[in-house]
C-alpha cells in the first residue's frame, strides 16, 4: 500500500488527468475558440473577484459531488452547504435553544425538534447540532448587510436521550444573488433565481462522521425546480401548525408556531468512505 501522500498525488493526478482530458473532448466536440475559451476564464476570474466563487459552482456542480457521497451511505441522506456557511456559531443553553435573532425578528415562530441517532437505532447524546439558515427576508446573516453578526446562527447540543429542540422563524424560499456573474450565468440560461425555503444543519460527534444537510418543507414553492438542485427524497419534511395554549406556553411563546421534526441517523466514524 502506498503511504497516504502517495496515495493523495495518486488520486489528484488522476482527477487532474481526466478532467483535463473531458476537457480537450469538449473543446474539440463543441469547436470552442479562443474568444469564447477567454469568456469562460474570464468568468472564474470575475467569480473570485466578486466572492462568487462559491456561489458559482455551488449552484451548479455541489449537488452532484453530494450525491456521489450519499451513495451507500446508511445515515441520513447528506445535501449541499451551499456558499453562506460559517464557522464558530454561538453556542445556546437548552434544553430548549433559542437561536440568535432581533428583539424584533419577522416571521412565524418554528419550533424545530427532534433525535439523533446511530445507525444502530441508539440516541446519541452530546452530537453538536450547528443550524443556520435565511431570515425572513431571505438574508443571511455575515453575507448579506444589515443583518446583526450570527443572526439565525447556533450551535447547540442534543440531550442525554438524543433530542434536540430549537426555537427560531420559519426561513422563506429567497433568491440567490443574482446581480454578479452567477445571475449572468443563469439568466443567460433562462434560468429563476430561487431557492426553495430550508434549514442548513452540520452534526458533530467524536465517534461518528460529520454531515452537512438541508430540510425542506413539504408543499413548499420550488421543490422541483431548486436552482442549485440540491432537494432529494428523504430530506423533505412536514410542517404542522399549533395552536393549543398548553403547548404555546411550554415553548415560551405567546402566539401559534410551526412544527417541524426531523430524525438524523448519523454514521460511525470507523466506516467513513474511502475516495476509489
Ligand atoms: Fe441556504
Known amino acids: 500500500m502506498p503511504d497516504p501522500d502517495d496515495a493523495t498525488a495518486s488520486r489528484i493526478r488522476t482527477l487532474v488527468e481526466d478532467f483535463e482530458q473531458v476537457l480537450f473532448e469538449f473543446i474539440r466536440k463543441r469547436q470552442i475558440n479562443h474568444s469564447e475559451y477567454r469568456v469562460a476564464t474570464d468568468l472564474i476570474v470575475d467569480s473570485i473577484k466578486t466572492g462568487e466563487e462559491t456561489l458559482l459552482f455551488d449552484v451548479f ?18 445535501a449541499i452547504e451551499g456558499p453562506f456557511y460559517l464557522p ?32 444502530d437505532g441508539e440516541p446519541l447524546a452530546g452530537v453538536e447540532v450547528d443550524l443556520w439558515h435565511a431570515d425572513a427576508d431571505g438574508l443571511y446573516s455575515n453575507i448579506h448587510p444589515n443583518t446583526p453578526d450570527f443572526n ?6 442534543t440531550e442525554d436521550d438524543g433530542t434536540f429542540r430549537v426555537l427560531s422563524i420559519l426561513p422563506p424560499p429567497y433568491e440567490i444573488p443574482k446581480d454578479g456573474p452567477t445571475g449572468k450565468v443563469l ?6 433565481f430561487f431557492r426553495p425555503a430550508h434549514l442548513h444543519v452540520k452534526l458533530r460527534h467524536p465517534d461518528h462522521e460529520e454531515m452537512t444537510s438541508q430540510l425542506y418543507f413539504k408543499g413548499g ?8 438542485k440540491g432537494v432529494r427524497d428523504g430530506l423533505v419534511i412536514a410542517l404542522h401548525t399549533v ?13 401559534p408556531y410551526i412544527d417541524a421534526r426531523y430524525d438524523f441517523v448519523l454514521v460511525p466514524a470507523s466506516a467513513a468512505r474511502k475516495p476509489t
Do not use: C, W
Request: no cysteine; proline share 7%.
Open 88 to 119: 464558530g456559531a454561538p453556542m445556546l443553553t437548552g434544553p430548549l435553544h433559542v437561536m440568535p435573532q432581533r428583539e424584533d425578528e419577522k416571521g412565524e415562530p418554528l419550533l424545530f425538534h427532534g433525535t439523533v441517532l446511530g445507525v
Open 61 to 78: 456542480f455541489e449537488a452532484e459531488a453530494t450525491d456521489v457521497g450519499n451513495i451507500g451511505r446508511e445515515g441520513s441522506p447528506e
Open 243 to 255: 395552536e393549543d395554549p398548553a403547548r404555546i406556553a411550554e415553548n415560551g411563546l405567546d402566539r
Open 221 to 228: 414553492e420550488y421543490l422541483d425546480d431548486d436552482v442549485a
Open 187 to 192: 439568466r443567460a440560461l433562462g434560468r429563476h
Open 152 to 157: 439565525l446562527r447556533g450551535r447547540f447540543t
